[in-house]
């Protein structure tokens, strides 16, 4: 009954290493999706799949790279970590992008760049 | 990026009390979300929206998708501590690019025993 797994759960590291969080779902869902959450902010969308090869930015995509090589796995790649991405990260996967009730989301790995 | 506008940020209430939030957006939504989040842990939904007007129960906890689809309100009946936590609304859209869920800051609930 494992849902959606990020790992992760902690992180730090120092200006421009990379790394990269996984995540996994066992649900068989088509959409998958990275949301960051900044202090007194709503989650914002980073990027999102709609099914195995095929990916897209959202609100906020920079400085960060996705790939989605198959359907339970949707990887967050930082190339070169600066502290404003310094943050708190969700992964979330659905059925489908329009099925509001059915997204569900990771525990989130707090990341945290010196 | 569009964002909702979600009040109140924070609120501190007794036990025993009602709370009450609301978002409001300047374009219309398909579906309105109300999450969950607790310390340490991802949003869990609390409940969906799906057309104008609608009022939807989830036990103590009531929500109302507006007329115009462009706000909704969560209404929390007499708060118990387990309440505490950020709630957050979300707004989707069909359909394209969009589907994606846009969300408010949250609104920050503390309840006193």
């Known amino acids: 009954n494992a849902g959606v797994t990020q790992t992760p759960k902690f992180q730090v590291l120092k200006t421009g290493q990379s790394m990269t969080l996984q995540c996994a779902q066992d649900?068989?869902?088509?959409?998958m999706s990275w949301y960051r959450q900044d202090p007194g902010m709503g989650l914002r969308l980073i990027h999102y799949?709609?099914?195995?090869?095929?990916?897209d930015q959202g609100e906020v995509p920079n400085g960060y790279n996705v790939s989605r090589s198959t359907t339970e796995d949707f990887p967050l790649r930082l190339l070169s970590a600066a502290p404003s991405q310094t943050s708190v990260y969700f992964c979330?996967?659905?059925?489908?992008?329009?099925?509001?009730?059915?997204?569900?989301f990771g525990e989130g790995s707090w990341l945290t760049v010196v | 990026g569009q964002q909702l506008n979600q009040s109140p940020q924070s609120m501190f209430i007794q036990e025993g009390e009602d709370v009450s939030m609301n978002c409001t957006s300047s374009?219309?939504?398909?579906?309105w979300l109300w999450y969950k989040q607790d310390p340490g842990e991802g949003p869990v939904l609390l409940i969906a929206?799906?057309?104008?007007?609608e009022l939807t129960s989830n036990g103590r906890l009531t929500a109302q998708f507006g007329i115009t689809r462009k706000d909704s309100f969560l209404n929390i009946s007499a708060s118990i501590p387990s309440d505490v936590g950020i709630y957050f609304c979300a707004g989707q859209h069909y359909g394209g690019s969009q589907g994606n869920l846009i969300f408010g800051k949250g609104t920050k609930l503390s309840v006193k025993p």
């Open positions: 929206l799906y057309k104008a007007g």
């Open positions: 649900m068989n869902h088509e959409y």
């Open positions: 979330a996967s659905s059925p489908g992008r329009i099925t509001g009730n059915t997204i569900y």
């Open positions: 374009s219309i939504f398909n579906t």
């Open positions: 799949s709609v099914g195995a090869g095929i990916t």
